[in-house]
């Protein structure tokens, strides 16, 4: 299995506060993703790095923020937090954006 | 913009029997990479089947399988003698375009009957 850890694996916290999400990874790949999975919608691509300070926007970045200071650190901000930013919260790596991604196992977020 | 079209939310097979689950999409690309992703009821993303299409052969993956038609833009996977560990949400997936990320179906949601 690909080295990709995510914490915190469960968070619960209040609408309006910051939360951010970690993603490690030991497998020194190039690019760091950030998806939100929801009922209905499958996965979708928050932001996504492609080196160290390197960062994109994705289909659903709204409301999020990425950093990358290190190649084997991705860290997901939620500013202030939403109720609709209740999710699970999927990491992902690759060496190329096109070729095949390894995920983490995930994080739940519930925002009240 | 690219769409990756999974039009089977639910399916259900008998243990041992064979199953197909069916995968569309749309790209001007001609050389790309299209993937299955397996996601149990623990909810880790895992790697089923990878195609890539400039190859005519369809990948195989010990009971997992691809047909793979490129000029149709359509990727199934099929998934032979099933078993009660394949009840699991599938996704497929391929590159927006070029090298870029990957854009996934909204999965169907495959049962195993004992």
């Known amino acids: 299995d690909a080295g990709i850890t995510q914490s915190p694996r469960h968070k619960v916290t209040e609408t309006g506060t910051p939360v951010t999400l970690r993603c490690h990874q030991t497998?020194?790949?190039?690019?760091m993703y950030w998806y939100r999975q929801d009922p209905g919608h499958g996965l979708r691509l928050i932001h996504y790095s492609y080196g160290v300070k390197d960062t994109d926007k994705g289909e659903v970045s709204d409301g999020y923020s990425v950093s990358r200071s290190k190649t084997e650190d991705f860290l997901l901000t939620l500013e202030s937090a939403t109720s609709s930013q209740t999710s699970v919260y999927f990491c992902a790596i690759s060496e190329f954006a096109s070729q095949t991604q390894y995920f983490g196992p995930g994080t739940r977020l519930l925002v009240l | 913009a690219q769409t990756v079209t999974q039009s089977q939310p639910e399916m259900s097979v008998q243990e041992a029997e064979t199953v197909t689950l069916s995968c569309t999409y749309d790209?001007?690309?001609?050389?790309?990479?299209l993937f299955w992703y397996k996601q149990p009821p623990s909810r880790q993303m895992i790697l089923v089947i990878r195609?890539?299409?400039?190859?005519?052969q369809n990948a195989t993956e010990n009971r997992f399988s691809v047909n793979f038609q490129k000029a149709a833009k359509s990727f199934s996977l099929k998934i032979s003698d099933s078993q009660l560990g394949d009840a699991a949400m599938y996704f497929c997936?391929?590159?927006?375009?070029?090298?870029?990320?990957?854009?996934f179906g909204k999965g169907t949601r495959l049962s195993v009957i004992a």
């Open positions: 997936a391929f590159p927006d375009s070029g090298n870029t990320p990957l854009v």
């Open positions: 790209t001007s690309e001609s050389d790309y990479y």
């Open positions: 497998e020194n790949h190039r690019y």
């Open positions: 195609q890539e299409a400039y190859k005519q």
